[in-house]
């Protein structure tokens, strides 16, 4: 049974910080590329940030310079750091784990960045 567990959301205000984890089960983590995904009220998910097997990633335009996605394959969790955050990187974040024919989805862990 594949799981993504997805923590780290909260409250913050402007210019703070937040770390995400989302650790895998259930799958040969190191060949799949990991994923970091955001959904806004009202708005379509769409990708914040990606890392493959071999460590090569990719941002978002609108979070390049302020995040970063990193993973640790012997704990088989993958992380996003988020410094820097505005009001609008307010969203549900959810964890995505893709290889070939398989896509996975954590829950979404919520991400509130208000005064």
């Known amino acids: 049974q594949v799981q993504l567990v997805e923590s780290g959301g909260g409250l913050v205000q402007p210019g703070g910080s937040l770390r995400l984890s989302c650790t895998a089960s259930?799958?040969?983590?190191?060949?799949?590329?990991m994923g970091w995904y955001r959904q806004a009220p009202g708005k379509q998910r769409e990708l914040v940030a990606v890392?493959?097997?071999?460590?090569?990633?990719n941002y978002a335009d609108s979070v390049k310079g302020r995040f970063t996605i990193s993973r640790d394959n012997a704990k088989h969790t993958v992380y996003l750091q988020m410094d820097t955050l505005k009001p609008e990187d307010t969203a549900l974040y959810y964890c995505n784990a893709y290889a070939a024919t398989n896509n996975y989805w954590g829950q979404g862990t919520q991400v509130t960045v208000s005064s």
């Open positions: 890392i493959r097997s071999g460590g090569i990633t």
């Open positions: 259930g799958i040969l983590f190191g060949i799949y590329t």
